[in-house]
């Protein structure tokens, strides 16, 4: 693809003419120029920070072309398709890809204009990869989700650690790191695993002034859902942790007249594509989802994020939460919970960090599901249906998830839940008898001259196709040209492989003997301890009812220079418990504001505010200092702050 634009010379040019965009974002422009400056830069922007921009402007700016570390397939496909609407040549390698497509695509990107190609963090290593990297001309190095590098991170994948290996092939490439939410120790360490030098490091505040979270402690969790989106207008996502209960919800909330649908990663490709379509065309109000959704979705004008239940940990419903007033409007992040959740969370540890015995069992169903003899090595992906191995193994789902998890981060397999492979086909047979098969079968007719007119190249290669597009041609149902397309294979005229959107499990070593499978345990206990912190340090901002949550949210995060938000329930409960009416509140509060045009001591501010009892006066003192609009140093002298 092209376009029109005369050859852009700035980063300002690249973001108005591809992007649309007159000004940056606050520290993109920072964080641009340091990369185009050939530093090493660890940028942490929240939720709809606007990241990408970091790394496509200098990758546009840059000669060659810029290489990005994904782990998210959904994203990467996303990222991909916009930059092509955008006139801008990228690609994507993922796992599922065959090894003549992942070829095709390292071709096209070294013979074409390419300006970005994603991978995922398991092609790094392998062999086709390592052959065709030094043509490339690679220019910049990006890596997405960061924070999945690090081992006390909440998200830890092991295959991100071979990243670092790319610096020794690609010694004078400068490296973007990119992350939503990491605590100082998580940056520390994607800072030493990923060899940086020269480095800079940007962080956005964790203020969102526009956003109000409130945490509900609550009998009926439904009744409550059902009050906050009655008073809260417009689109809508509510998390649940459970696949069933997106389903309950969902149907609950149909019965009070609310416009919902549900989702999570069992549903198939085309479900999940079409849900999530209605969703952000407003066709659907309510999302409720398991945390498979939202990641990468560009939908600014949600103004209403509920977890039905607790996540594990503040990253992940920071992460949540931000996906509310991305527009910068008014926006709600609620929290539901019952007493006895904040336990449950903390037995989960024990979910979480499974036993050697526990996984060396998991281990075993999951080779003998899949009927896999030890010594098996294969570069193949496997269908995994984890409710079927879980019911024939006498295995608890909940469990088993965490499991496979382990055991990827312990390199032994790797499981990914949501899996796009796309249907293939080419034809085998002579044109001769493809003719002569067409006046044989006239009702296959049809679906013949559709693919062969359809898909160049379709006889000599394998080709991905669309089912449902051939079916939307045809003005068929797309079960029927599956069935069509089967046929065809049975009768020897093509080779056909069906679209696969189910989980894939595939060995990242050779099948072993169970007894054989061993931890590190020093780390493995390390990752347990860091978990266990960071669950109760997530209960502990469930429970506080006395501190404004955006000043905790920061807190976590090393950012103590967020002010009070005074929109949360913990800041809204403070200004009720003032003994002031609201206008007498705000009369008090201006006149204390223009009496710090200069500072004042406590002992005349206190004298100035005649009509307040001392007691009040202090209350209200301390409400504003807490606020962070004004300061007391130890002298007892106030100022007013800057905010």
């Not at 993922?94 to 013979?111: C, D, F, N, P, W």
């Not at 389903?247 to 919902?260: D, F, G, M, R």
Request: glycine share 4%; with cysteine; aromatic share 10%.
């Amino acid at each position: 693809m092209s376009t029109n634009f005369s050859a852009p010379t700035t980063a300002t040019d690249i973001l108005r003419n591809y992007w649309g965009y007159a000004s940056f974002r606050p520290l993109q422009q920072e964080i641009i120029e340091s990369v185009l400056n050939g530093k090493d830069v660890l940028a942490l922007l929240p939720t709809g920070g606007g990241k990408s921009i970091c790394y496509q402007v200098p990758g546009m700016l840059l000669p060659g072309l810029c290489l990005v570390v994904s782990p998210l397939i959904a994203l990467m496909k996303d990222q991909v398709e916009n930059l092509r609407k955008k006139g801008i040549t990228a690609f994507a390698i993922y796992s599922g890809m065959s090894r003549k497509e992942v070829l095709q695509t390292m071709q096209l990107a070294i013979h074409s204009n390419c300006k970005f190609l994603y991978v995922s963090p398991e092609r790094l290593e392998t062999a086709l990869f390592k052959e065709y990297l030094p043509a490339l001309e690679i220019s910049l190095l990006a890596v997405d989700e960061a924070h999945c590098i690090s081992q006390w991170g909440y998200d830890f994948r092991p295959p991100y650690l071979r990243i670092a290996d790319l610096r020794d092939e690609l010694p004078r490439v400068p490296v973007i790191a990119l992350t939503a939410s990491a605590t100082t120790t998580v940056q520390k360490d994607i800072k030493e695993k990923l060899l940086f030098k020269n480095e800079a490091s940007y962080q956005q505040s964790f203020a969102r002034p526009n956003l109000s979270y409130s945490v509900f402690a609550v009998d009926s969790k439904i009744n409550k859902l059902v009050e906050v989106l009655n008073n809260v207008s417009g689109s809508g996502i509510v998390y649940c942790k459970t696949r069933r209960l997106t389903k309950e919800v969902a149907a609950q909330l149909q019965t009070y007249a609310i416009s919902a649908d549900y989702y999570h990663a069992g549903l198939s490709s085309d479900e999940r594509n079409d849900k999530q379509t209605a969703w952000i065309k407003n066709q659907v109000r309510i999302m409720v989802c398991t945390n498979a959704f939202g990641m990468g979705i560009d939908k600014p004008d949600v103004r209403t994020v509920v977890h039905y239940n607790l996540p594990d940990c503040l990253e992940n419903y920071y992460q949540e939460a931000g996906r509310a007033g991305r527009d910068g409007n008014k926006a709600y992040a609620v929290l539901l919970y019952h007493q006895g959740e904040t336990q449950e969370l903390l037995q989960q540890v024990n979910i979480k960090f499974p036993n050697l015995q526990y996984l060396r069992q998991v281990y075993q169903s999951v080779v003998n599901y899949l009927q896999l003899p030890t010594g098996t090595f294969e570069n193949a992906y496997y269908n995994f249906d984890m409710g079927d191995c879980a019911k024939k193994f006498q295995l608890h789902v909940q469990e088993l998830l965490p499991a496979l998890k382990v055991l990827e981060q312990e390199t032994y397999l790797g499981f990914n839940e949501q899996v796009f492979i796309p249907a293939k086909l080419q034809f085998i047979c002579s044109k001769e008898a493809l003719y002569q098969f067409e006046n044989d079968y006239p009702t296959l007719e049809p679906v013949v001259k559709m693919l062969l007119r359809t898909y160049e190249g379709i006889y000599d290669q394998e080709t991905a196709i669309n089912e449902k597009s051939l079916a939307y041609w045809l003005k068929m149902e797309t079960e029927a040209v599956k069935q069509q397309l089967q046929q065809l294979q049975v009768y020897g005229m093509v080779r056909y492989t069906p679209q696969k959107d189910t989980p894939q499990l595939f060995l990242l070593q050779e099948r072993i003997k169970a007894e054989y499978l061993t931890i590190n345990n020093k780390a493995y206990e390390e990752r347990r301890q860091q978990y266990t912190q960071r669950v109760q340090q997530f209960i502990n901002y469930v429970t506080n009812a006395n501190e404004c949550r955006s000043q905790l949210i920061g807190s976590y995060f090393g950012d103590d220079k967020v002010p009070a938000c005074g929109v949360c329930d913990n800041c809204l409960q403070q200004k009720k418990n003032l003994p002031l009416s609201p206008a007498h509140f705000t009369a008090y509060t201006e006149k204390i504001m223009q009496l710090l045009q200069q500072p004042q001591t406590t002992a005349n501010l206190l004298l100035a505010l005649k009509g307040l009892n001392k007691s009040t006066a202090w209350q209200l003192l301390s409400f504003l200092q807490a606020e962070n609009k004004i300061a007391i140093n130890l002298q007892g002298m106030v100022t007013k702050t800057n905010n």
